[in-house]
């Protein structure tokens, strides 16, 4: 990438980075999630296995009701486990409290969802600020700045979400999912609700997180060309990982796609 001036070194563009903690951003080993007892059981998790290592970007997409929206959920904390383990940025959370837990978001991870979540009755600086303000943390303005500089929102400090556009209220949820520094930010349908210029932008501002601030992001998607801005695709299919690609093309994964929900579909016989 060439985005960078040289004007800082990556060391103290991310003070706070926890890079110190061994092992990769992300792991799940035997993770499962069922739903209901009995005859009505749905395993939405099947048994998952994954490590996600530090400084890349993943996409997660499988068809609905493949288990994507309950992976992410288990896999930054919101959610429980029927059984098996989750490490995040080396830290072990089975098993631990509620408030530990919640603690451990606010501090370590970043959220992106699809309907920005912004609180509207907040300054855009104060929007971002807010991980750093729950998690007890110096509300450092200086801060604010300069992740607000970083997804192209200097001059908008000041505002409230309700004057922005759908694109820059995005990014407002970029830069507060960036200003904590966090393991791992959790990115669900991310473009869902922008055009696809737009949503082009916000995937470029992940991809530039990952590539110059050593971000690691994990993003849900149904979007083959959202997909596309990833390091690794990975599919789910029932509940388990089936298959992944590298710097697949959107066509490539759209095609792997079509595959998929002809093989966990009403038995289409479409060929591997
Ligand atoms: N709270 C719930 N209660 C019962 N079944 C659920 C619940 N949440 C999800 N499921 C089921 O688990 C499976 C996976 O769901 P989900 O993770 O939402 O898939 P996706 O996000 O890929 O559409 C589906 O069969 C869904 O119906
Ligand atoms: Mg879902």
Redesign the pocket.
């Known amino acids: 990438m060439r985005l960078r001036s040289g004007k800082r070194q990556k060391a103290d563009d991310r003070p706070e980075a926890p890079a110190t903690t061994p092992g990769p951003a992300v792991e799940l080993r035997g993770v499962r999630?069922q739903?209901?007892r009995g005859a009505g059981t749905?395993?939405?998790?099947a048994g998952v296995d994954l490590a996600l290592p530090r400084g890349t970007f993943t996409a997660v997409m499988?068809?609905?009701?493949?288990?994507?929206?309950?992976?992410?959920?288990c896999a930054a904390g919101l959610d429980r486990p029927s059984a098996g383990s989750v490490r995040l940025g080396g830290t072990e959370i089975t098993g631990m409290s509620e408030n530990h837990l919640t603690e451990l978001r606010r501090s370590r991870l970043g959220f992106v969802f699809q309907a920005f979540n912004l609180l509207p009755s907040l300054t855009v600086e104060q929007n971002v600020l807010l991980p750093l303000r729950l998690a007890g943390q110096r509300q450092d303005r200086g801060r604010a700045a300069a992740v607000l500089a970083r997804v192209g929102l200097a001059d908008k400090a000041r505002r409230r979400p309700g004057e922005l556009s759908g694109g820059q209220q995005q990014r407002v949820a970029v830069a507060r999912a960036l200003v904590t520094s966090p393991d791992v930010i959790f990115a669900d349908e991310p473009t869902g609700a922008l055009d696809t210029n737009t949503a082009a932008e916000i995937l470029g501002l992940l991809r530039h997180a990952v590539d110059t601030l050593g971000a690691t992001v994990v993003m849900?998607t149904h979007d083959p060309a959202a997909a596309a801005w990833a390091d690794r695709v990975l599919f789910?299919a029932d509940?388990a990982f089936a298959g992944g690609l590298e710097r697949g093309s959107a066509e490539r994964i759209a095609a792997r796609m079509a595959t998929l929900a002809g093989r966990t579909g009403v038995m289409a016989g479409v060929a591997a």
């Open positions: 999630r739903y209901g749905v395993h939405a998790l499988g068809p609905s009701g493949s288990g994507k929206s309950t992976f992410l959920q849900v789910l509940g």
